[in-house]
């Protein structure tokens, strides 16, 4: 049997990579063994490790590296627990191959002391441009150091190829969070109004804001303004999922908390959980905020999207999606244009850029040749377009 090590170490990366895990396990040859690590083991971020567990998933090994700080020192450090810890972990573990998804820090530890170790890497997700956060540099180191590729798009494809990486190693296969979508069974809206012990009876936005980690302390400031926007809409409802383990990430996590406390129009979560998550979207009036997941999942549900600020900038993005400055007069046109007839009818026709829902199978399928076949060479050339 060949050991398919996947490594997971936030809520959202687990919910992307669920459909990839369950077909993994229905394969004979092979033993995939679950890494948990980061804020899966955070009390503070909801010990997101036990949702993982509901779902009738083995959890290999849980692995403490993160710091109870996100100053960039902090993030430094808990980058140097986690290449040590999962160093000893593969020296044991011995994987055939290492599957990640995305371009958190957390990942590029892993993947440097899987890359020590001379073990293969398959990375979801590369090519993908977020211009306002340090994310964009991560996924292009994961990008250099890992083996086969899987892009969302066919233009993120192109860009992991001018990085150099073979033809051969890029596959186009479209996003899981879309799959997810089409394939997950999400709650009725009764079922999660009682999941969630509030009751939806008025037009709700889900708001996720994350820090812009390449703007020098901009997370307090830019989402004051956006609370104060929010403060406009009293007869709609607002469900707050809170932000990740990034710098200044607790900065808005407390403010949300302080804003939820005084305002009986509006809920916060640590952790929906990807099932919650995607019921609340199904059934809501707008996405606000600058998560992926309105750019991603979103279009799929015929819903607008406002994208705040430079976060996902330079990522494809469907027309259902309002991009707007992180200022008081952008984020409310933004809105009031989102909740216009014309608009609501233009993203119900929407199509999505990211894929047909099958993404998992064309991955596993893949895998399944490279691994069975022993296609995977550790000697990459570097591919030239010239």
């Known amino acids: 049997m060949k050991k398919i090590s996947i490594l997971t170490a936030t809520r959202a990366e687990y919910g992307l990579l669920k459909p990839v895990i369950n077909k993994l396990n229905s394969i004979p040859e092979f033993d995939v063994r679950l890494v948990v690590t980061g804020a899966h083991l955070s009390p503070e971020f909801g010990l997101t490790y036990n949702e993982i567990e509901q779902d009738g998933i083995v959890i290999d090994n849980k692995i403490e590296m993160l710091l109870s700080s996100d100053t960039p020192v902090a993030i430094s450090k808990s980058m140097g627990l986690a290449i040590i810890s999962f160093a000893d972990y593969y020296e044991k573990l011995k994987p055939d191959m290492l599957i990640v998804l995305g371009d958190r820090y957390e990942t590029l530890a892993v993947c440097i002391a899987a890359m020590n170790q001379r073990i293969p890497i398959a990375h979801l997700h590369g090519g993908e441009i977020t211009e306002g956060a340090v994310d964009e540099s991560i996924r292009h180191a994961i990008t250099k150091i890992s083996n086969l590729h899987f892009t969302s798009t066919e233009e993120y494809k192109s860009r992991v190829i001018q990085l150099g990486e073979h033809p051969d190693r890029v596959f186009c296969v479209g996003a899981t969070g879309v799959e997810n979508i089409f394939k997950e069974q999400l709650l009725t809206k009764e079922e999660l109004e009682v999941s969630i012990n509030y009751k939806l009876e008025r037009p709700f936005a889900m708001v996720t804001y994350h820090p812009v980690t390449l703007e020098e302390n901009s997370a307090e400031e830019q989402f004051k303004v956006i609370l104060e926007v929010l403060s406009k809409y009293p007869k709609m409802d607002f469900i707050f999922t809170k932000a990740n383990a990034d710098t200044n990430g607790r900065v808005i996590n407390k403010l949300i908390d302080e804003y939820v406390e005084v305002n009986n129009n509006a809920i916060a979560f640590t952790s929906l959980g990807m099932t919650r998550y995607l019921s609340a979207m199904k059934y809501c009036t707008l996405v606000i905020g600058n998560s992926s997941s309105g750019l991603l999942e979103a279009p799929s549900f015929g819903i607008p999207t406002i994208n705040i600020g430079d976060r996902q900038k330079g990522r494809i993005h469907a027309n259902s999606v309002i991009n ?60 030239d377009l010239r």
């Open 324 to 383: 707007c400055r992180p200022d008081y007069e952008d984020i409310n046109t933004a809105i009031e244009l989102a909740l216009s007839g014309n608009f609501r009818i233009q993203a119900k026709k929407t199509i999505n850029p990211y894929g047909d829902g099958n993404t998992s199978e064309k991955i596993v399928d893949i895998v399944k040749d490279f691994l069975l076949n022993n296609r995977i060479k550790m000697k990459k050339k570097f591919y």
